[in-house]
């Protein structure tokens, strides 16, 4: 699979542009705030129905505009089959999107259609900040392979709400509003519960694999799974909670409360790793995302390398050069401010690229 062409018209900083893409390799050079990130995160936007960088679809509508027009399409199965996918948003309208001209019912239907793997700055996160974050790479890593995932978390977020809102208003009935609302919650708890596992479980031992590559073996990392669901049945931990509950006004166990734990060493590598160790791990877990949804799917999703050799040094960056440029990737997008290091990389990779210069919010072929 991979992005034949995209049309661009009012998105962030990109007044209009379209472009023509290798289904290898293609570079964007430029400075910082050029524009660079805004075209990745509008290939992100086509797979995944929103801006990987938490904006609004109204603050990702360019200045001065009220509206914003991504129109992708794309090549499958070796050119036997083609995809056709606008997403468009105009304020006081809300959001469309169509698949070969026809509009989706809802959004979450197009979600796992065209498999997506993004590597950027703002990765760090996944390392510093709080579970919410490893909680949000699961949920988007999940919902592009299991769509029954996906479907129980729209569940769970709507009773979790809902039991939120009794907990703090009451209503009459309460206590049995509430028994219905904690059988309900428990089932899909559960069911995401076992799948995040499942995952985590696949998912740890390639990233303790491809961390090895990247670091020549120098130190070991780990990846694991933590919730309150592995010590007790959801059920008990929801009547457990029930009265700390009522005096808080919320729900303060479940699955919203899950982590994924990383450590090197043994240790976490929040506090213990090196700038390069952490940016290797971020590497090691978007490269074993690729290969399980590759796995799963029967095919090879999009790589979006947004500006990701920082902080590397030169035998990481060969390492990573090396993987994303054999025949178990396809498609790739890599952005680079650093115009002579990129030429240098493009040199290790291979002959079939494009590289655009990108100024302004205007994309121009080298």
Known sequence: MFLERISILNFKNIPEAELEFSANVNCLVGDNGTGKTNLVDAVWYLSMSKSSVGLTDGQSVRHGEDFFILDGR?????????????????????????????EYDRVTEHIGLLPIVMVSPGDTALIHESGDERRRFLNSFLSQTDREYLQAMVRYNHLLQERNRLLKVGCVGFDEVLEVLDMQLAEVGTLVHAKRAEMIARLAPKVAEYYAILSSDREAVEVSYKSELSEAPFAE??????QKDRVCGFTNCGIHRDDMKLEILGFPIRKYGSQGQQKSMLLALKLAQFDII???????????????????????????????????????????????????ILGQMTENYKLFGVSGGTFTEV
């Open 294 to 344: 590759r796995e799963l799917r029967g095919i090879k999703p999009i790589l979006l390398l947004d500006d990701v050799f920082d902080k590397l040094d030169m035998a990481r960056v060969e390492q990573l050069i090396g993987m994303v440029s054999s025949d178990r990737f396809g498609q790739i997008f890599i952005t680079d401010s650093n115009k002579v290091r990129l030429e240098g």
């Open 237 to 242: 931990l929801l009547e457990a909670s029930q």
């Open 74 to 102: 794309y090549s499958l199965g070796g050119g036997e089959r083609r995809e056709g996918v606008v997403c468009s948003f105009k304020r006081g309208g809300g959001k469309v999107i169509k698949r070969n001209g026809k």
